[in-house]
């Protein structure tokens, strides 16, 4: 299950900086691509805006046939206040092109990826490419939410993966 | 006619006279550039506490906070080269308390002359 979810971050990742590379955060003083996995952050009351924060909600599992299947939900949240220039009046603009760098990440026409797993990263080691993938459905889009000065939204996606004995 | 820099030194005198804490401010180490050990919740970071006086720690039934003293916060803000107190509250992992680390929920500064002489932080405590 765990390189699934790498593996899908690694994908959202990727995608992301190759469709807008000026999509940037700094986190704990390092520049990079503006999406995280919240769940491997530190706690932290601060809401970043301007960038996709992905969480992991839900899992279920079919262990029946030769390769147990797991399907697990997606949370993408995100927000914008839009551009201080501006007085934020180009938030919705700024939400709306959120919204179509989402949508062209994961509906595009290759809906899989294979899946790898990254433990050996920690020693020094290379990504392990693994014998089977992670596919996604659809892309579905929540109402927006207003939040003080920002508008947010939260994308849902299903992430599907064969699992080998070993990762169970 | 009481300049900024006699204010900070009265609040500081203040602090440290009524019951001064020991707190540190936890902070986590840069992140390291390209490697997604971090990202992928593989690795953790080294953290560094960095003492905050002079300061006050209050607590009771429904809050905890702690006023810090403005001439400690420009120091470390100074020191580590953040753009302002919020980004340095932002940032930091939370503040350490007599061994409790506590999370920072919202942080509020004082001003006189239209400069800080104090903040005064709300914690979080840890969920035993």
Request: net charge negative; charged share 20%; proline share 4%.
């Amino acid at each position: 299950m765990q390189n699934a979810k790498d593996t899908f971050y690694e994908m959202l990742r990727g995608r992301l900086a190759a469709l807008n590379p000026g999509r940037t955060i700094v986190l704990r003083g390092v520049v990079r691509p503006g999406v995280l996995v919240e769940e491997n952050e530190l706690v932290s009351t601060v809401v970043l805006p301007d960038c996709f924060r992905v969480n992991w909600t839900q899992a279920a599992g079919d262990p029946d046939g030769d390769l147990a299947t797991i399907a697990l939900q997606c949370e993408i949240e995100y927000e914008t206040a839009g551009t201080a220039l501006n007085g934020g009046m180009d938030r919705g603009r700024a939400l709306s092109a959120m919204d179509a760098e989402l949508q062209a990440t994961i509906n595009t026409d290759t809906q899989t990826a294979l899946k790898s797993n990254y433990k050996g990263l920690t020693t020094g080691l290379a990504v392990e490419p693994m014998a089977t993938s992670i596919w996604w459905g659809q892309l579905v889009f929540g109402k927006v939410e207003i939040k003080d000065d920002r508008l947010a939204r939260t994308g849902t996606v299903m992430v599907m993966s064969y699992e080998k004995t070993s990762e169970l | 006619m009481v300049d900024h820099a006699g204010i900070i030194r009265i609040a500081d005198a203040a602090l440290r006279s009524n019951a001064g804490s020991s707190a540190q401010l936890r902070m986590p180490a840069p992140a390291a550039s390209g490697d997604d050990t971090e990202q992928l919740g593989l690795a953790t970071p080294q953290f560094q506490d960095i003492p905050l006086s002079p300061a006050a720690f209050r607590r009771n039934e429904s809050t905890v906070k702690l006023l810090v003293s403005a001439s400690a916060v420009e120091g470390i803000t100074g020191t580590l080269a953040f753009d302002s107190a919020d980004v340095l509250f932002d940032t930091a992992a939370g503040v350490v308390v007599n061994g409790v680390l506590y999370a920072i929920t919202d942080r509020v500064a004082s001003l006189l002359l239209g400069e800080p002489f104090c903040y005064c932080l709300t914690l979080r405590a840890p969920v035993r």
